[in-house]
């Protein structure tokens, strides 16, 4: 299957190349990034500290997604719904790892969905994708006397906050106990907050250092405390996740899958 990375210059972008490589059943189509980066020309293979590929990083993401059966996008928001249109028209499959989405774009990357399979997750690691179903069904079983807090740390260089992961473990403690997160989510707390609202999910947000991601999801009684947490230490875990679902795209009708459909974690 040919996969192409758009964003393959970036620091993610190198990692999902050298995934390709190292993927059986997957062949690298190809790159793309920004049309003014000083990468356009380059090898993507080499740029990953790999043999060279003979492909060349192209300034147009329209070329790399006909010439590929998937397309990987690890990027910005506004350029992932551009490449969600992309998607669309030439028929490519598409893996969009990019987080910080606002309702709108979603909402036109499900459009996309409508003509093409789009596999999307806020992360493609296995392991936190049991912890999104541990969470929900904690959050399940657990009546309201126990407190939510969802804590995450990442790298200094992340510019959105709370991570896609803890949105997406706070919608699956929502989803279990039976609530909509936008109204009970308590993100920002400073200064005189009064007491914790009962029934509120809250989010706490930590960035430092190089720490690749950290979540942790807490229920709180006054009588005991559950904390379950996945701590990724490569995030070359990351990349093999959004390859894996690459292929596993490849014959899917068109529609919005998750990572949890790639794994038959919902079977």
Same mark, same amino acid.
């Given at each position: 299957?040919?996969? =192409?990375?758009?964003?393959?210059? =970036?620091?993610?972008?190198?990692?999902?190349?050298?995934?390709? *490589? !190292?993927?059986?059943?997957?062949? /690298?189509?190809?790159?793309?990034e920004?049309p003014?980066?000083?990468?356009?020309?380059?090898?993507?293979?080499?740029?990953?500290?790999?043999?060279?590929?003979?492909?060349?990083?192209?300034?147009?993401?329209?070329?790399?997604? !006909?010439v590929?059966?998937?397309v990987?996008?690890f990027?910005?928001?506004?350029?992932t719904?551009?490449?969600?249109?992309?998607?669309a028209?030439?028929?490519?499959?598409?893996?969009?790892?990019?987080?910080?989405?606002?309702?709108? +774009?979603?909402?036109k990357?499900? !459009?996309?969905?409508?003509?093409?399979?789009?596999?999307?997750?806020a992360?493609y690691s296995?392991g936190?994708? %049991? /912890?999104?179903?541990?969470?929900?069904?904690?959050?399940a079983? $657990?009546?309201?006397?126990?407190?939510?807090?969802? #804590?995450?740390?990442?790298?200094?260089?992340?510019?959105?906050?709370?991570?896609?992961?803890? $949105?997406?473990?706070g919608?699956? *403690?929502a989803?279990g @106990?039976?609530?909509d997160l936008? &109204?009970?989510?308590? @993100?920002?707390?400073?200064?005189?907050?009064?007491e914790? &609202?009962?029934g509120n999910? =809250?989010?706490a947000? #930590? @960035?430092g250092?190089? %720490?690749?991601?950290?979540?942790?999801?807490?229920?709180a009684?006054d009588? !005991? @405390?559950?904390?379950?947490?996945?701590?990724?230490a490569?995030?070359?875990?990351?990349?093999?996740?959004?390859?894996?679902?690459?292929?596993?795209?490849?014959?899917?009708?068109?529609? /919005?899958?998750?990572m949890? +459909?790639v #794994? =038959?974690?919902d079977?």
């Open positions: 299957m040919k996969i =192409g990375i758009v964003g393959c210059a =970036g620091r993610m972008g190198r990692m999902l190349v050298k995934a390709v *490589a !190292e993927t059986p059943g997957a062949e /690298l189509a190809g790159g793309s920004a003014h980066s000083d990468a356009i020309g380059e090898d993507p293979a080499v740029l990953a500290g790999l043999p060279a590929s003979g492909l060349k990083i192209t300034g147009d993401a329209r070329e790399l997604f !006909e590929s059966d998937a990987v996008d990027t910005a928001p506004v350029a719904v551009a490449h969600a249109a992309l998607a028209e030439t028929g490519t499959a598409l893996v969009p790892g990019t987080t910080g989405l606002s309702a709108e +774009d979603q909402a990357i499900e !459009e996309a969905a409508k003509a093409v399979a789009i596999v999307q997750a992360n296995v936190v994708n %049991v /912890l999104l179903g541990l969470a929900e069904q904690t959050a079983m $657990l009546g309201p006397e126990f407190d939510i807090e969802i #804590l995450e740390m990442h790298h200094r260089h992340k510019v959105d906050a709370p991570s896609g992961t803890a $949105l997406a473990l919608h699956a *403690a989803k @106990r039976g609530v936008d &109204t009970v989510s308590d @993100r920002v707390r400073d200064g005189h907050t009064g914790r &609202t009962v999910i =809250g989010f947000t #930590l @960035r250092g190089m %720490v690749v991601g950290d979540h942790s999801v807490i229920f009684s009588d !005991e @405390r559950i904390e379950i947490t996945h701590k990724a490569d995030r070359g875990l990351f990349a093999k996740g959004a390859i894996r679902a690459a292929l596993w795209a490849s014959d899917k009708a068109p529609g /919005l899958y998750s949890r +459909d #794994l =038959g974690l079977k």
